[in-house]
């Protein structure tokens, strides 16, 4: 103001203020709403608010609110202090929690003193708006005005607001002896806005002027942006195929910063300005074309966020109250009918044209990088109207429709394809990101080549051009000429925000009354610092600029609708492939977050990172449905293909040939695997079909982006369907092995390795769809399968089969139903027929089903199942050798006289337990049995897969000396290794180990109990001549009881238990020979026997000793021949093959 008193507007900073204030009108609306969710929360509210002692001095204050001053005579009335004496205990509380409230409110009230303040300014200036000329003074002005009224309305709505100040206030007037300085202007405010509509409206009378001003010039833009769909059509809008002889050329308009104008704002303008200056209605036609076309348009109109103002029911309040304004009452009706019809399918229509229109630019700009420079403007007038739309749907699906004479329809507030268009509104901003030094060179050159050029020959051309105004519009030139394509490649920054300013400056000088430079005198120079403007924000302010136009972080407050769109998205196979915006618009969450309120940044944050996670995960989880699917159904295709299966197809064809010339009925050929294959048309599409075709769109979503930065962190798509994977190809193995611990059943391990192969098969296919490492699940699976436990400590097919093959098939093998058979490498079943038992053995055993049984479990599983084994057998073992430490001392005497038959049967008579003795060594030898095969088919699978690395192993075990330099400890180590490729060791490393357990301190004891066990089971072997069930089969070349496991046993045994307690081989081949000669004489003196019992199973007894010199790699023939006659070995194989032939 200049010292006559008069205001000078240049002194006035008009571009200053309104960008301060409108900044701090967000913050102050984010503060209050925050506010007003929480006092509206049970849960969030300041706990003292909801207590019951409080709530009679609570209802006090605010009845008598704003006098709340402890001094006054009824605030010291007996009954009033005993109310608020509680008020009194806790004011230290109250102040603290209350302290933010209080004073946010109390910047709301200098936020309000602030904005009158300019209100009041820009009305003596008789500043001039129109938005196609100063637009950014226009905007910021409108805004401003909005921001303002949707702030008291927003504070109107805080219900508790009375009992915050009041409390508050009173526990101030408590702690410090008197009231807040701020309290009695504060609570006035509070009283003044009651009624905040009516209120304002008397604000905003000596306004009026300027708002009309302002609004009126929408007449230009309003009517023009708010177009039906078929309209864009006709005008082929947003196409950049429409005149391709003009697809270089650069999209310009008159009015560029008003083509992406939000629609949704400049209906907020129109509703609010001519709410609060209503009498302009009455004076301008065109008013009330702006008027009717806005109100017909929507039925709810945003305040912030998801707070929402149904306009036709506050209008008719408002107008109601005022005279003569029922025509304008029944013409709100009118609207409001025609909204709640016919609002819904117009913008139905328009977002159908938009998605085409989005996927046309999306398509030629991805192909045309170099397209984005000069239709940069198609792009933003796209995203805002697609934003619009969006926003538009969303706040009018959450709030149902007001009841009147007609409903709308509800199809047409449920957008099914929403997706879609959420999808390539992130792919214009994915193109904007990726191509934004393409933008950038063209714009650089643009402003220096070109714009530079015009605006200074424009310049020179002004009829007036005051210095203020020139020395602003020279510094334009010059910035604009020191730009070069250089700074672009060289990654220098750009920062144009201080020209941006200066223009705004520039329209408010040259926009007031009495200046010398006119700007609406000027539009030429309007149009072009406006285009000008818009092309340094493509320059530097790329982000800024989509956030403008595309930010969907209102999204952030509508969280059953995005869920419930997300929902749908994932159930229509044709827009799965879009699932992957939703994802995507969590990053702009934080866009809606103000730095006036930190407090809330971790709330959103933290919102937006779990609804990030939640649609990662579910579209994983999605994902991994559809391919276990494919993989169930594969797996049935796999099934067909088993060899059990032919055997139908076999009978059938026995059947058809054996009754061909009969009348009788033949059976009907099953379908033939691969039948479902064949199609007799392309339009005929299978279940698999759609199995492929959903995963193909939905492994398109999770492939779309590598990762996703939301709130500083980084979420990974494919890790998502990674880590599902796994999990599911983790429970599908142990599933497919159908393991029932009360039947005892479970899955033949060849009949599982199909399984598992049409699993992985489809596993592999995933790989063509999405980028993924299929063969880091199959090796984190796999491998975790080949240990007892996985990683969740759940039991794995290592666990299950090992369990099942030590606690069914082996411990039904001792009840005499089945029997190890050399000749056919496998346990059978003996005795009964395979059909009538729970389990056949053979089906478990045989090679075939061990090595399909080696490639599940790997090394790692077989060294489980051996270790396994090889437990029970050390629990066998020690059993054992308390047995041999009960009969020490007889057993001692048979060891020193063997030579005297006559004291050798008086003290074998004295023993005790030798049944139990042959019973647990026949066990172990059953166990050995078993671990032989499976050993062997171990070798046979890695000679296959590993030829290379087997011939390596088989050449070190095979010429590693065994020297004194070598001790024991080197060749088990050697052995160790061997074994663990399946080789056979002449000392079981494994067995070494359990046994190892079970030294005591006492070596000599040790050594001695492991001798007289070696005694134990010689003198005892005749004893199994008197077991009927010891008889020789032929045909399986085996004992019926498994006695001929005998032989393993004490082979392994003996090494095991003298390679611990013993001095390496030499011991063993000592001890092995002493135990031949104590079970050759014990054997030989059957033949002195006439009891038929004993004798009924001699010759089949005497093989023992032949298969246990077979078996040893310590004893030779020659030395069982200086023993027991080779004549009467032969004799008894002669004996019991022909026992066996009659039988």
């Known amino acids: 103001m200049s010292r006559t008193g008069q205001l000078i507007p240049s002194q006035q900073k008009l571009a200053e203020k309104l960008t301060v204030l409108n900044d701090r009108a ?37 009845r008598k609110f704003p006098h709340v001053d402890s001094k006054n005579n009824y605030w010291t009335m007996p009954f009033v202090q005993s109310q608020l004496q509680q008020v009194n205990n806790i004011k230290g509380e109250i102040m603290k929690q209350l302290s933010l409230y209080y004073f946010t409110f109390v ?33 910021g002005y ?33 702690t410090h002896g008197k009231v807040d300085q701020n309290f009695a202007r504060l609570g006035q405010m509070i009283l003044d806005y009651e009624q905040p509509l009516k209120k304002l409206q008397e604000e905003f009378t000596p306004h009026s002027k300027l708002v009309a001003c302002a609004l009126l ?9 708010n177009l039906p769909a078929e309209q864009w059509r006709q005008a082929q809008m947003l196409s950049l195929v429409s005149a391709p002889g003009q697809m270089l050329n650069p999209a310009q308009s008159e009015t560029m910063p008003c083509e992406y104008l939000s629609v949704e704002t400049m209906e907020k303008w129109i509703i609010f300005g001519f709410l609060l200056c209503h009498g302009q209605l009455t004076q301008s036609d065109s008013a009330v074309q702006l008027w009717r076309l806005a109100l017909s348009g929507n039925y709810v109109i945003t305040l912030f966020r998801d707070e929402v103002l149904y306009i036709h029911k506050t209008v008719e309040g408002v107008f109601e109250g005022i005279k003569g304004y029922g025509k304008r009452v029944t013409e709100t009706k009118e609207c409001a009918n025609y909204a709640v019809v016919n609002a819904g399918p117009f913008h139905r229509e328009r977002r159908a044209f938009l998605r085409t229109a989005l996927k046309e630019l999306v398509m030629i700009l991805a192909d045309q990088p170099g397209l984005l420079g000069p239709k940069a403007l198609f792009v933003f007038m796209g995203l805002s109207f697609a934003r619009d739309e969006v926003l538009w749907l969303l706040r009018h699906s959450e709030n149902p429709a007001p009841k009147l004479n007609k409903r709308p329809n509800p199809v047409d507030y449920e957008d099914r394809q929403l997706p879609e268009l959420l999808y390539y509104m992130e792919e214009l901003r994915g193109l904007l990101r990726k191509y934004n030094q393409v933008m950038q060179r063209y714009y650089v050159q643009y402003l220096n080549g070109f714009d530079s050029i015009v605006l200074n020959n424009l310049v020179q051309n002004l009829s007036v051009c005051p210095e203020d105004e020139s020395i602003i519009m020279s510094s334009f030139v010059n910035t604009m000429n020191g730009l070069s394509v250089k700074q672009v490649e060289e990654g220098e920054i750009f920062d144009f925000r201080g020209m941006r300013l200066d223009w705004f400056r520039l329209q408010a000088y040259t926009s007031v009354s009495r200046a010398q430079l006119v700007l609406r005198e000027n539009p030429d120079l ?109 797996c049935k295709l796999g099934d067909q293909l088993l060899p059990k299966n032919a055997a139908k197809t076999i009978s059938i064809a026995i059947e058809r040939k054996r009754n061909q010339n009969k009348a009788k009925k033949l059976p009907q050929e099953p379908d033939k695997p691969g039948r479902e294959s064949m199609r007799r048309s392309r339009t005929d599409v299978t279940s698999m079909d759609k199995l492929y075709l959903m995963l193909t769109e939905l492994c398109s979503a999770i492939n779309y982006t590598p990762s996703i930065q939301v709130w500083e962190h980084t979420f990974a798509p494919r890790e998502y369907l990674t880590q599902h994977l796994e999990s599911r190809f983790t429970k599908a193995l142990v599933g497919m092995v159908m393991y029932n611990p009360d039947s005892g059943e479970i899955a033949k391990p060849s009949e599982l390795l199909n399984s598992v192969e049409a699993y992985m098969g489809v596993l592999q296919t995933i790989e063509n769809y999405v980028h993924l490492d299929i063969t880091r699940v199959f090796n984190n699976v796999l491998l975790q399968q080949t240990q007892p436990q996985d990683s969740h400590g759940d039991k794995t097919i290592t666990a299950l089969y090992t369990n099942w093959y030590l606690e069914v098939l082996l411990r039904r093998v001792s009840t005499g139903q089945i029997m190890f058979s050399p000749n056919r490498h496998a346990f059978v079943n003996v005795g009964v027929d395979p059909n009538q038992v729970a389990v056949n053995a053979e089906e478990f055993s045989d090679i075939s089903e061990l090595r399909s049984l080696a490639e599940l479990l790997g090394p790692y599983g077989m060294k489980f199942l051996n270790e396994s084994l090889m437990w029970h057998i050390s629990s066998q073992v020690a059993e054992l050798k308390k047995l041999v430490t009960q009969n020490k001392d007889v057993l001692t005497t048979l060891r020193t006289h063997f030579d005297k038959p006559a004291l050798m049967a008086e003290h074998f008579n004295r023993l005790r337990d030798v049944d139990n003795v042959l019973k647990r060594v026949t066990i172990v030898g059953v166990i050995l049995s078993f671990k032989t095969l499976a050993q062997d088919a171990l070798n046979d699978v890695l000679k296959k897969r590993i030829p290379f690395l087997m011939s390596s192993i088989i050449d070190f075990q095979k010429h590693f000396p065994e020297t004194p330099e070598n001790n024991m400890v080197r060749v088990e180590i050697v052995n160790e290794m061997a074994s663990a490729a399946g080789l056979p060791c002449d000392v079981d490393p494994a067995l070494c180990a359990a046994l190892r357990v079970q030294k005591s301190e006492n070596p000599d004891e040790d050594y001695k109990i492991a001798c007289l066990l070696m005694v134990f089971i010689a003198v005892s072997l005749p004893m ?61 003196k059957l033949g002195q026997e006439t009891d038929k019992l004993a004798l009924r199973s001699r010759e089949s007894v005497y093989l023992l000793l032949d298969q246990i010199v077979r078996e040893s790699p310590f004893l030779t023939m020659d030395l069982l021949e200086s023993c027991f006659p080779y004549a009467l070995l032969r004799n008894s194989y002669h004996a019991v093959l022909r026992q066996d032939n009659r039988l």
Not at 110 to 136: P, Q, R, W
Not at 217 to 225: A, F, G, I, K, M
């Open 26 to 62: 967000m913050g102050m609306l984010t503060r209050i709403y925050n506010i007003k969710k929480a006092c509206g929360d049970v849960k969030s509210k300041p706990a003292f608010l909801s207590d019951k002692n409080l709530e009679g001095a609570i209802k006090f204050i605010v």
């Open 107 to 139: 910047d709301v009230m200098d936020f309000k003193d602030h904005v009158s303040e300019l209100l009041t300014t820009m009305d003596a200036c008789n500043v001039h708006f129109d938005i196609t000329t100063n637009y950014d003074l226009t905007k």
């Open 142 to 174: 409108l805004d401003l005005i909005i921001s303002y009224v949707s702030l008291m309305l927003l504070l109107a709505r805080i219900d508790d607001r009375k009992a915050v100040l009041g409390l508050y206030n009173y526990a101030h007037d408590l």
């Open 217 to 225: 010039s929408l007449h230009q833009v309003y009517p023009r942006r």
């Open 526 to 634: 309007a149009r072009l610092m406006n285009t000008i403007t818009f092309h340094t924000y493509m320059v530097d302010s790329l982000d800024e600029m989509a956030k403008e136009t595309s930010d969907l972080s209102n999204f952030c407050f509508y969280g059953r609708l995005f869920e419930q769109y997300f929902q749908w998205c994932l159930e229509t196979p044709s827009q799965m492939r879009y699932s992957i915006s939703f994802p995507l618009i969590c990053s702009h969450f934080m866009n809606c977050t103000h730095e006036i309120c930190p407090e809330e940044r971790h709330h959103i944050g933290d919102r937006s990172l779990s609804q990030a996670n939640f649609f990662l995960d579910e579209m994983a989880k999605e994902a991994k449905n559809i391919i276990t699917s494919i993989c169930d159904e594969q």
């Open 1024 to 1084: 199994l001549s008197l077991d009927s069930q010891s008889s020789f089969r032929a045909d399986l070349e085996g004992h019926t009881n498994n006695i001929h496991c005998l032989a393993k046993a004490v082979n392994s045994i003996a090494a095991a238990m003298f390679t611990i307690y013993g001095k390496g081989r030499v011991t063993i081949e000592e001890r092995l020979k002493e135990f031949l000669a104590l079970a050759s004489s014990s054997l030989l």
